[in-house]
């Protein structure tokens, strides 16, 4: 009767002990002592910064630094009777003091684009993408405030994405590239913090940035204003994570513009 409960627990203790991911290993490092807030809903419309903290291999400590944008913004045009050499060297001048305002939030370095005319979304799928969820953990989004050039510092959770397959996947370039859905009426319902829309032209048919095997991309989402729990999962494309459990202001779901549910 003993070794029949020793084996009932063992069994119980097994199933629920949390599966090892890629992620585990991973150390975001930021200052503890940051003051974050929550990021109030459609506060980031006047905001710069992307969600997008890392792309490459698999590191032990990450810094919580962002890529100011992933498609850079066509510079200004030169000053009348202002050379190519002096267009340039003012260029670098005014770059350079831009990141040492910025540098301690966000990355100096920009993200190669490529472009394509493949259709993309429909190979990003969960047999070639591994998504890791840590919501209960609490990082710093940054975003900078376009007016008056402020550091914004949201509460935030971390979003680790592995490229798992034998291909060097392209990664459309996707304002909402990491989408958070909850269940809402039996479904899940896509859900933003802003009820604003940017419309960008001038792009290639399908611009991308590349994702060699086993590299790692890690993305923030910011915590939304607490309410009721209910089941969330985040998608990349047409890849799901694993189903979670998140806090929820009912409002936000409310106020959605739009209504589109998961696949």
Do not use: W
Request: hydrophobic content about 35%; some cysteine; proline content about 5%.
């Amino acid at each position: 009767m003993k070794f029949l409960f020793y084996s009932l627990t063992l069994i119980v203790f097994l199933s629920c002990k949390k599966e090892k991911t890629f992620a585990d290993d991973i150390v975001l490092s930021f200052p503890k002592d940051e003051k974050l807030s929550f990021q109030k809903f459609n506060e980031d419309g006047n905001q710069m910064g992307t969600s997008l903290i890392y792309i490459g291999k698999d590191s032990s400590v990450i810094d919580v630094k962002y890529y100011k944008y992933i498609l850079p913004p066509p510079p200004p045009p030169p000053k009348k009777n202002e050379n190519a050499e002096e267009y340039t060297l003012a260029r670098k001048k005014f770059e350079d003091s831009i990141h040492n305002v910025y540098k301690d939030f966000f990355k100096r370095e920009t993200i190669k684009i490529l472009e394509t005319k493949e259709e993309l979304y429909d190979s990003l799928i969960d047999k070639k993408l591994s998504i890791i969820v840590k919501e209960k953990d609490t990082i710093p989004l940054y975003a900078i405030n376009y007016e008056t050039e402020e550091i914004k510092k949201y509460k935030a959770f971390p979003v680790f994405i592995k490229n798992v397959s034998t291909e060097t996947l392209k990664i459309p370039v996707d304002a909402k590239s990491v989408a958070l859905y909850v269940l809402n009426d039996n479904r899940f319902q896509y859900i933003r913090n802003s009820d604003y829309y940017t419309c960008i032209t001038g792009l290639a048919r399908n611009p991308y940035f590349e994702l060699k095997p086993n590299e790692i991309l890690i993305y923030s989402f910011p915590h939304l204003k607490k309410g009721e729990k209910r089941k969330a999962k985040i998608s990349f494309f047409k890849a799901k994570s694993k189903e979670f459990e998140i806090s929820v202001d009912g409002e936000i779901i409310k106020k959605q513009r739009t209504h589109s549910y998961l696949q």
